[in-house]
């Protein structure tokens, strides 16, 4: 079992930054692969990055390639996701979730098993 808060959401203007924070509780975060989702209003929750236990390799989605850039530190028990150049379409609840059983870079949500709450972006115009 592992528990995940997710910190660092906000409201911000468009081509700002931000870093959002994952924290881990449990001995065995290192032993699963990780990733962000996230779900704006009236639309389906969908991927936005992946990580591997060790964090050698990543996965982003093609709406944020280039701009957002998910990261591990191992030692602290903690998942970050940077976003650059935001834009007002990243508007969403953003998810973390741990994979402890697939051990793939997943795209679908079936394919984690631990979710935090969500914290909020919003990107305004």
């Known amino acids: 079992q592992v528990q995940l808060v997710e910190s660092g959401g906000g409201l911000v203007q468009t081509g700002a930054s931000l870093r959002l924070s994952c924290a881990a509780s449990?001995?065995?975060?290192?032993?699963?692969?990780m990733g962000w989702f996230r779900q704006a209003p009236g639309k389906e929750r969908e991927f936005v990055a992946a990580i591997t236990s060790s964090g050698a390799r990543t996965k982003h989605a093609d709406s944020v390639k280039g701009r957002f850039t998910i990261s591990r530190d191992n030692a602290k028990n903690t998942v970050y996701l940077q976003m650059n150049s935001l834009k007002p379409e990243d508007t969403a609840v953003y998810y973390c979730?741990?994979?402890?059983?697939?051990?793939?870079?997943?795209?679908?949500?079936?394919?984690?098993?631990?979710w935090g709450q969500g914290t909020q972006v919003t990107v305004s115009s």
């Open positions: 979730a741990a994979d402890r059983t697939t051990l793939r870079l997943g795209v679908r949500s079936i394919e984690y098993d631990y």
């Open positions: 449990g001995r065995t975060f290192s032993n699963y692969y």
